[in-house]
């Protein structure tokens, strides 16, 4: 497998065509900056309506991308030439809730029935923060951003249901207004925090242990500032049990041709 | 029927009671200020994961504010205690594409597989114009909104297509920036311009010969500014020709219980 740093110029159509090949299999996070990547909900077409009226009533959680038509694995201007098939790293397999599988590559297991969803993923808005100076501790650590299970329900979308699982981030209290005002510029992939300040307000009963991810320091003068997470629909899913379901597995995601600055509002 | 200038104050549940009643029937807009009015189409289930699909993929002329489950008609937290069988002053009821009847009430049709999308409407942007002295110039004329059918398509959807159709509203050469901010902030509700200046250039021949709605007089100085309109998903619908469809009629809308400013970006 190349060094990251080897391909960190190379172009999504590039990556993609990597991962397709099996060159690279490791997580996606710093690859093709600037393009932005996705998390991926496949799921068969008769559960394809509730899922994304999951999605429409939970958009800071569910921010839909893109979607396909049944059976269709080819895309063109989200991702030309891909192959939802290939050409993302791993992928989970769940069978009625349960993690059944990780492959490589599901063309052996597709139905003609499979409807993909791609959403919104906070590396786009990581990425603003960054530039605007604005720390992100677990990428300053060099680990998994910390996720927890809040005690604010989801809005049911016919059989998905669950709780809001948040990301979050220490702010310098100093800089917690324009760490708003930027993700507010990206409502596509989590936009602005669903909380700022006190954990227990929303559920979380310690910060120092996670329900997934890692746990991060937060310093003196630091506030907990809590984004929606990706994972949100990934938990909607597992408690519907579908027949099937494939996922992305963490951190390994979808990379689309689309710029983050075309996900931005003004 | 009441004078509009008497029921102006009323709130949307109460205004709704007298869409119910028959005791309204005509046109919404200046009804229920500072909440959102909703365009709606209502599909059988076989129809509507393809209708979400084309309304995902072209978000400015089809900006999805609530759907319902199939065979649903009762709402919560969108617009307490609502009917969509009674709470539109009038329907139209489409069969393959073609307008069948107009009814005040479509208990007496409603099928148990019906699918309910609310899809926003420029009032709200209009509204916030208004507040910031951009003339309107169908509201001070007291006429229809001018409609264009565009040269450009939009994404098909599933059996879903047709052309992008658009509003034309006049702005002060001085003004445009504004406007552009100002609709910029409600991305549910059409949103910023698709276009500004030439109307040639996406197709249109004669500003004064509106495809629906009625010309307006753009003045020295002013230039035509195009909005996404909420007609174009209806138009895919009739290019689709669905066994039935029932949508609102022009001008009658459906009225949320949601501000318009709980659709606004910061």
């Known amino acids: 497998m190349p060094h990251r740093s080897d391909i960190g ?3 999504p159509r590039e990556i993609r065509y990597l991962i397709r090949s099996g060159t690279w299999d490791a997580p996606t996070p710093g690859l093709a900056m600037g393009y932005a990547q996705a998390n991926v909900v496949i799921l068969p077409a008769r559960y394809a309506f509730d899922f994304f009226l999951f999605c429409q009533r939970n958009p800071k959680p569910c921010p839909v991308l893109e979607v396909l038509e ?15 098939r290939t050409d993302v790293p791993r992928y989970h397999v769940f069978r009625r809730g349960r993690l059944e599988d990780t492959r490589k590559d599901i063309r052996g297991i597709w139905q003609d029935d499979f409807v993909t969803f791609f959403l919104g993923c906070s590396f786009t ?20 951003v910390p996720m927890y299970i809040t005690a604010i329900p989801c809005r049911d979308g016919g059989i998905f249901h669950g709780p809001l699982i948040v990301t979050m981030r220490p702010i310098p209290e100093d800089k917690v207004a324009k760490a708003v005002q930027i993700t507010s510029r990206y409502p596509f992939v989590h936009g602005a925090p669903v909380h700022i300040g006190s954990p227990e307000k929303i559920g979380i009963a310690d910060l120092s242990r996670p329900d997934f991810g890692d746990a991060v320091k937060v310093r003196q003068g630091e506030i907990p500032v809590f984004w929606a997470c990706g994972v949100t629909p990934q938990a909607a899913v597992l408690n519907a049990k579908p027949d099937i379901c494939i996922t992305h597995t963490p951190g390994h995601m979808f990379i689309s041709d689309i710029l983050n600055e075309e996900l931005a509002t003004f």
Do not use: K, Q, W, Y
Request: no cysteine; aromatic share 8%.
């Open 9 to 11: 110029r190379l172009s």
């Open 70 to 84: 049944p059976g269709r694995f080819e895309m063109d201007s989200f991702a030309s030439g891909a192959d939802i």
């Open 125 to 144: 808005f990581e990425e603003a923060l960054l530039r605007a100076r604005i720390p992100v501790r677990h990428i300053e650590e060099g680990t998994n």
